[in-house]
Nanobody, 119 residues
Framework: QVQIQESGGGLVQPGDSLRLSCAVS????????MAWFRQAPGKERELVTA????????HFADSVKGRFSISRDGARNTGHLQMNSLKPEDTAVYYC????????????WGQGTQVTVSS
């Protein structure tokens, strides 16, 4: 049974930073793609970043390029999303998701963590 637990959300001011974490249990992540999505009220879900856990490229949405980065903690099976220079438009619920390499759909989802950027 795969379990995904996000953490690290909160209320910050514009220009601040946050680091979200996605802890995964029940899977060896070496063959998986981890992604972060976000959904703001009244808007469609948006892919923020996706990366192959073992190796390979990383995709970032244009809206976050240069501000967001990812890192992996293999020992803890945890991925991190570092978000810098946050803007009010980054306000959303952020979800961590997993899919097996080669699959189209993200099969495993976390419950989401709220990020609010407001002065």
């Amino acid at each position: 049974q795969v379990q995904i637990q996000e953490s690290g959300g909160g209320l910050v001011q514009p220009g601040d930073s946050l680091r979200l974490s996605c802890a995964v249990s029940g899977r060896d992540l070496s063959m998986y793609v981890m992604a972060w999505f976000r959904q703001a009220p009244g808007k469609e879900r948006e892919l923020v970043t996706a990366f192959t856990w073992g190796a390979g490229g990383t995709h970032f949405a244009d809206s976050v390029k240069g501000r967001f980065s990812i890192s992996r903690d293999g020992a803890r099976n945890t991925g991190h999303l570092q978000m810098n220079s946050l803007k009010p438009e980054d306000t959303a619920v952020y979800y961590c998701a997993l899919k097996f390499r080669g699959d189209q759909e993200y099969r495993f989802w976390g419950q989401g963590t709220q990020v609010t950027v407001s002065s």
